[in-house]
């Protein structure tokens, strides 16, 4: 496992399938995440979806994107009350209320927006939110950086340790275009879905800084 770790830390990022694979990150740190790479540096419309696990109690950090002019351009952000969450595009929030999340529970994550009507909207183990304006007619251009499991304070950079994410994460796309709920509930069951053409879990170019662990999937005994 430290060499599986060393040799992701230090090389370039090369695609790598990482079907009933996770990201571990297992503790508080203001270092160690995922830096995710993609050739897309100019995003008209964005979906994207992942499944996370977790027992924080306190704000975290799931999916940060930014840019040099917005170090928000595109972050979901857990708050400590369980029921809500923050997303913000190009430095506008939008907080949704009066969500399902558990503790120690695998959830299903999905946002949805476009720069035409300015909407993002949530979809949380398939269900979803109300549509909430952001930010409407401009797109979201790069140079891109992405980071799992720290919040971006500054293009690249500064990380909070008490926003870090610490739990698991996995399947995780990006699309540069909406999701209709349907393509985004067969996502969520795991059926045949289009995967990411940003970002995409079974052909993902990432780079691991600090201490995050590439794992099986757990999977529950029958």
Not at 3 to 16: D, F, G, K, M, R
Not at 74 to 83: K, R, V
Not at 102 to 123: M, P, Y
Request: charged residues 15%; neutral net charge; aromatic residues 12%.
């Amino acid at each position: 496992m430290l060499l599986l770790l060393l040799l992701v830390s230090t090389c370039a990022a090369i695609p790598q399938h990482l079907s009933n694979k996770m990201f571990t990150f297992p503790q508080e740190t203001n270092t160690a995440h995922v830096r995710l790479t993609t050739s897309r540096q100019n995003l008209k419309a964005v979906t994207v979806c992942f499944k996370f696990f977790t027992d924080l109690k306190r704000d975290h950090a799931l999916f940060s994107l930014a840019l040099p002019s917005f170090d928000n351009a595109f972050l979901f952000y857990n708050l400590a009350n369980l029921d809500s969450l923050s997303m913000w595009v190009r430095n506008t929030v939008a907080n949704f209320e009066g969500l399902d999340f558990k503790l120690n529970k695998w959830h299903s994550v999905c946002a949805t927006w476009d720069s035409t009507s300015g909407l993002v909207q949530l979809w949380v183990d398939g269900k979803p939110s109300s549509r909430k304006f952001t930010s409407s007619g401009s797109s979201i251009s790069g140079p891109i950086i992405i980071a799992l499991g720290q919040e971006q304070d500054s293009h690249g950079g500064g990380f909070d340790v008490k926003q870090s994410f610490v739990g698991m994460m996995s399947d995780v796309h990006m699309w540069d275009y909406t999701l209709s709920p349907c393509e985004i509930q067969n996502y969520v069951d795991g059926f045949s879905y289009v995967e990411g053409n940003v970002l995409n879990w079974n052909a993902l170019e990432f780079q691991i800084i600090g201490r995050v662990l590439i794992e099986n999937k757990l999977k529950s005994c029958q």
